[in-house]
């Protein structure tokens, strides 16, 4: 199969669907890639070292959608990348279409067959093409929330980790999932005081076990959010329903009572976010302010360290990556797990969650 892998043109991203080594697997496998002129200079992967892995150099993003079959990609597809798009093609990347209309209309009119990385599936239930990229922007959460906490940066003043006779920052985390857990990790390393909410009593047992008194686990329900985050100097938006709309838990109402300064980083913002008054902003202009509350909702906080994220995410995503290239579609239905990420083809919706949120004709 031709593998093409055009350059990510979303705001500050800078990531790369392939990496050179996973360049390297798929023409050992006899396949042909195709590679956009400089789709790895974010990751410091020169169109020389694409070329030693077996790539074929392309001119522009118009000859890699003309030339391939499979279409690796990070991010989702935008505009300029629908139009571009045939019934023949296989898409693979990123593409949380529950919070995207446009884009989900785009590619049942393009006619694709389109498989979204945060919908495979593994034997024991879990997204292990969301997990890579769910680690990064766990700890970038906590790093990110921290630096906004600072009065320069329009937050309270506080310092996370606080210093002898002060206190630290109280940090509370909702959901106890692999976002989670790592902005738990970064925020316990950090000194802060940190809750973690989850409405499943066994998530709290393992969360306990693996943190002890490093951390409060607390059941998630409205009267206990509401104290907590209340309380809270910094809050992490850690909830997923996989291919649906994040639910809006922390409503405008409760902004009124909280500290001011205080710093909502939104992790779920690509589902639609988790905050009532959450909408998507970049690196370029990260945060905006509601009622006194800092808001931090940056739709791909991973790409800002490419490097780290592009690696990860190949990790995960090349055994895929591979079978759909030696099989086609027809890998759909050798593994039900990567037949669970099918979320568009023959113009339909094929995923549920999707259609819930959309309805069958989006708008």
Known sequence: MIVGVPKEIKVKESRVGLVPSSVSEL???????????????????????????????????????????MIVKVKEPQPSEWVQLRPDHILFTYLHLAADAAQTKGLMESGCTAIAYETITDAAGGLPLLAPMSEVAGRLSVIEGAAHLKANAGGRGVLISGVPGTEPANVVIIGGGVVGVNAAKMAVGMGANVTILDMSLPRLRYLSDIFGASVTTRYSSASVLEEAVMKADMVVGAVLV??????????????????????LVDVAID????FETSKATTHDEPTYVVDGIVHYCVANMPGSVPRTSSEAL?????????ALADKGVAALDDNPHLANGLNVSDGKIRYQAVIDALGENPA
């Open 27 to 69: 023409v050992r496998r006899g396949h042909e890639v195709l590679v956009e002129t400089n789709a790895g200079q974010g990751i410091g992967a020169t169109d020389a070292d694409y070329e030693a892995a077996g790539a074929k150099i392309m001119p522009d993003a118009k000859s890699v959608f003309d030339g391939a079959k």
């Open 242 to 263: 996989p291919g649906a709309s994040a639910p809006r838990l922390v409503t405008k109402d409760m902004l009124s009572k909280m500290k001011p300064g205080s710093v």
């Open 271 to 274: 589902q639609g976010g988790c």
């Open 314 to 322: 190949n990790n995960a995503t090349l055994p895929f990556t591979l």
